[in-house]
């Protein structure tokens, strides 16, 4: 298994739909687990923190399963500004992520069209 | 806020011309890192470090050195330029582990 694994996509979704992205991680010991967006040619920007219980910013909903090694996005109502490459990314450590190495994955990319 | 401050944003190299990309962070941040990112790829670590005086290799050092003689700079030279270097580098920074890393808008480089 790929330390961080995405589907590429491109999902090309209309606007107002609800969209979900998945991510598998292959290190069992992994402790922290964000999820980052990228626009075209732009720099990744941190979309939100993924915890354990679950957590929810607006629109964006976010999943961790542990057991499973998953972890999940959910856009609902996606807008045109929402089209943008989303990276799971996952520290690599195996000891409590004291270096704070990230693996980033590659992306899904999300097209919304009017 | 600054943030995290890269230059120069763009830059043309030929084969063989040596330059250092700057990243500078406001943020009083231990850890710093360089990444690359070419086209339709995921980011790849070229170097980290975890604090002043403190580096160490990522998955793609070759070609590449860093320094990190204050907390707020983290330099990445390149000393022989090659095509396969044209990419965009990207400089992040984070305050310690578990937390996130702040990005800076990276340097667009083509070595020709």
């Known amino acids: 298994r790929k330390e961080v694994e995405q589907d590429p996509g491109p999902f090309n979704v209309p606007e107002g739909a609800t969209v979900a992205f998945n991510c598998t991680y292959s290190?069992?010991?992994?402790?922290?687990f964000f999820w980052y967006r990228q626009d075209c040619r732009k720099e990744p920007k941190l979309l939100m923190s993924?915890?354990?219980s679950g957590n929810e910013d607006g629109r964006f909903t976010a999943q961790l399963n542990r057991a499973s090694q998953y972890i999940s996005l959910l856009i609902r109502d996606s807008k045109l500004s929402d089209s943008a490459t989303y990276l799971c990314?996952?520290?690599?450590?195996?000891?409590?992520?004291?270096?704070?190495?990230?693996?980033f994955g590659k992306g899904t990319k999300l097209s919304v069209k009017p | 806020n600054a943030g995290v401050t890269q230059t120069p944003k763009f830059r043309i190299l030929k084969i063989g011309q040596s330059m250092t990309l700057q990243c500078a962070q406001d943020?009083?941040?231990?850890?710093m890192y360089w990444y690359r990112q070419d086209p339709g790829m995921g980011l790849k670590l070229i170097y980290y470090s975890v604090g002043a005086g403190i580096t160490d290799k990522g998955e793609v050092p070759n070609g590449y050195n860093v320094s990190r003689s204050t907390t707020e700079d983290f330099p990445l030279r390149l000393e022989l330029a090659a095509p396969s270097q044209t990419s965009v580098y990207f400089c992040?920074?984070?305050?310690?582990?578990?937390?996130?890393?702040?990005f800076g808008d990276g340097t667009r480089l083509s070595i020709l």
């Open positions: 992040a920074s984070m305050h310690s582990g578990n937390q996130p890393q702040h």
């Open positions: 993924v915890y354990s």
């Open positions: 990314v996952v520290n690599r450590d195996i000891y409590g992520g004291s270096q704070g190495n990230l693996i």
């Open positions: 943020m009083n941040h231990n850890y």
């Open positions: 290190n069992s010991a992994s402790q922290s």
